[in-house]
Every structure is written in C-alpha cells, then in structure tokens.
C-alpha cells in the first residue's frame, strides 16, 4: 500500500467523517423509535451507506409497507449513485475488478465529490483512505444512536431528529438559488408533495409510494418540457 496515497485521503475525510457521526446518530434514534433493534440498525448502516434511503427504508418498514414498496423507494432514492458510479469511473487509476468492487462499496454524495474533485487520479490506496473514516463514523454514530437515544433529554432526541432535513437544506438552497432550473424542480416537488399528502384520491398513498412517484415525475417531467422548449434537460 502507498502510505502517502492512503494518508492523503484519510486526511480529506475527516470533515466528511464528523458530518457522517453527527447525521448517523439521528438515525440510530429514529430507527430504534420504529422498533429496529441497536444492532439491527447498526447493520443497515454499515451495509448501505444512504443517508436518504435509510431514513426512506425505515419509515416504509415501521408503516409496514410491502418489499416492493420498501425496494422501488430505495431503488429511486440511490439511482444517482450509479451516475455517480459511472462518472467516477473515468477518474479511477488502472486497477483489478476486486479493487473498483471495493470502491463500489463506498460511493456516496461526499466521498464521490472529494475523489471526483482531486486533480489526479484517484488510486485504490486513495479511495480506502478517504472511505474508511466515514464508514466508521457512519457505522458507529448509528451505533451509538440507537444504543444511547433512549438516555437523553427529549428536547436533544427532537433536536437530532431534524439534523437531516438541515443537512439536505444546506445541499439544495446554494444550488437552488444559482440556477433556476434546481429552483423550479425543488419548489414544484414541494407543491406536489403537498397535493400527495392531502388531495382526495392520492393521499391514501403511502410514504414510499409518494417519493418513487415523485423522484420519477418530477425530472421526467421539467426534462421534457425544456426538450420541448429547446432548452437544457434538468
């Protein structure tokens, strides 16, 4: 192993790694609060990586929605990983099929940005670097969550409960507010979101059902009105 490879991205993730404990343990809570045991949820931390998903994943099984559900949801939500996937591919130094599974692994929002953005390319010893520390602080901050949820104050459980709707807010208001096609995607999946959850006739859907409709309509939708229109696909 190249130990300068592997430090460099080691070093690069430690802010990634804290930001992983701190959003991981408001899932430890929130999937003990549904009836996952510590360990349980420690699992589904450690063996999928989705911040989104998870939370998505979990609300479908404690409203006891079908597999089919619980899969298409997961399925819709984690789609951009393959693009990012594919895109990070092009980065990636030559390497055997066991190492890029490895890297497969450990592709998410924030490890994919710091490889995709350093200015050479992106070695195995790299990679492990910068995705071991958010893996550990993913894993165990889910750990201590759902371990030490049940001995704090409420008022700090409620205020960890939010944590990731503030995570995702600080991910879509700077883009948003530089280009007007995110801006208009975001506000009309609120409006819709909002028509879901509360028109006669589609508000008997659930949770699950509500996001794969809407993570599929709303791109397919603005991407076909600007074909139309002549402009740049969302």
Same mark, same amino acid.
């Given at each position: ?77 984690? !789609? *951009?990983?393959? $693009?990012?996937?594919?895109? +990070?591919?092009?980065? #990636? /130094?030559?390497? %055997?099929?066991?190492?890029? @599974? ?80 995110? !801006? *208009?995607?975001? $506000?009309?999946?609120?409006? +819709?979101?909002?028509? #879901? /959850?509360?028109? %006669?006739?589609?508000?008997? @859907? ?29």
């Amino acid at each position: 192993m190249r130990r300068e490879e592997f430090r460099e991205g080691l070093i690069t993730s430690i802010p990634i790694a804290l930001g992983y404990l701190a959003v991981s343990f408001a899932f430890g809570i929130h999937a003990t609060a549904t009836g996952l045991s510590p360990i349980m949820s420690t699992i589904i931390s450690l063996t999928s990586l989705s911040s989104s998903g998870q939370f998505a994943g979990v609300g479908i099984m404690a409203a006891a929605g079908s597999y089919v559900e619980l899969a298409l949801a997961v399925l819709t939500i984690n !789609l *951009r990983y393959i $693009l990012m996937s594919l895109s +990070l591919t092009q980065k #990636l /130094a030559p390497m %055997p099929l066991w190492h890029k @599974l490895i890297i497969g692994y450990a592709v998410t929002d924030e490890i994919y940005a710091a490889a995709i953005g350093r200015d050479k390319d992106v070695t195995r010893d790299y990679y492990v670097g910068l995705m071991l520390l958010p893996v550990l602080g993913w894993t165990m901050g889910t750990l201590l969550g759902a371990s030490l949820g049940a001995l704090l104050p409420q008022d700090v459980v409620n205020a960890l409960g939010i944590a990731l709707y503030c995570m995702f807010i600080a991910l879509v208001v700077p883009p948003a507010r530089k280009d007007k096609s995110i !801006l *208009r995607a975001v $506000l009309l999946t609120a409006a +819709l979101s909002l028509a #879901l /959850a509360y028109l %006669p006739g589609v508000r008997a @859907l659930s949770a699950g059902w509500r996001v794969i409709l809407l993570a599929l309509a709303v791109p397919a939708g603005l991407a076909w009105r600007d074909t139309r229109a002549g402009g740049t696909a969302v």
